[in-house]
């Protein structure tokens, strides 16, 4: 069974490379939480996504996969997969930080402008769920929650 997993992944990851012309860099898990609007309005409602974050030749990508639910299952519903991906060239982004989670909250329903957001910092970083600010040069930020951090920071700082 792991060696077919390890087929897989294998496949998976060459079927990747493949199609984005690149050698990947990075992969982790990541949930998308969503974006806020370049205009400061409410942007698209909070998602929380789960899915893979990786990065092949200067490209950040999101991709998610369908998840077997038991409940629609059980409950014989059909539900329609609607499959989520996603690229942002790292030269796009003009700033990340870590924040907390509530004001990537704040800033996806409009309260909040995403250029307001304060890093995390001392003891907030211990007691605040944290979400990766990504914000673009093109007036929006997208936050995730990301598994490897620490490690997609060295590799964006890089």
Known sequence: MFERDNVDAEKFWADREQKK????????FATLIGRSSPTGRSG?????LGGLLYIIDGTITFEDFEKDNWLYKVMNRKRSYEKTEFDLKMDDIAEIKLISKNAALN??????????TKPLGGLSLLFTQKV???RLKSGHSIFFEIMKVK????????
Do not use: H, Y
Not at 44 to 48: F, G, H, P, T
Not at 151 to 158: G, L, Q, V, W
């Open 21 to 28: 012309g690149g050698k990947i860099r990075f992969f982790t």
């Open 44 to 48: 698209d409602s909070a998602v929380n």
């Open 107 to 116: 800033c996806i329903s409009g309260i909040l402008p995403d250029t307001d």
């Open 132 to 134: 990766s600010q990504l």
């Open 151 to 158: 490690e997609f920071d060295t590799i964006m700082n890089s």
